[in-house]
Nanobody
């Protein structure tokens, strides 16, 4: 079965760092564009970062540029989100999304909570 499992979330102080991981299985990972979304309480789900199927063309929401880095390791079927200089407004549930190239299948992970607070 197709699975996307996020990990690495937790509680961190403002200015701290976390690295989120999303482990994929049950599909051909290297054919999928990968992205991270987040949803804060009372807010719309928003795109945070995306990366091409071969690991190029990373893109970021303006709110995280210069602080977050998306990467992927196709040999490990895993996509990462390195989060530095975290702010309280980064608090949200973070979701991993897989989109097959040329608008094929879409898969979502279950989400992992990130809380930035003193």
């Amino acid at each position: 079965q197709v699975q996307l499992v996020e990990s690495g979330g937790g509680l961190v102080q403002p200015g701290g760092s976390l690295r989120l991981s999303c482990a994929a299985s049950g599909f051909t990972f290297s054919r999928f564009v990968m992205s991270w979304y987040r949803q804060a309480p009372g807010k719309e789900r928003e795109l945070v970062a995306g990366i091409s199927s071969v690991g190029g063309s990373p893109s970021y929401a303006d709110s995280v540029k210069g602080r977050f880095t998306i990467s992927r390791d196709n040999a490990k079927n895993t996509v990462y989100l390195q989060m530095n200089s975290l702010k309280p407004e980064d608090t949200a549930v973070y979701y991993c999304k897989a989109l097959q190239s040329l608008y094929g299948s879409v898969y979502w992970g279950q989400g992992t909570q990130v809380t930035v607070s003193s």
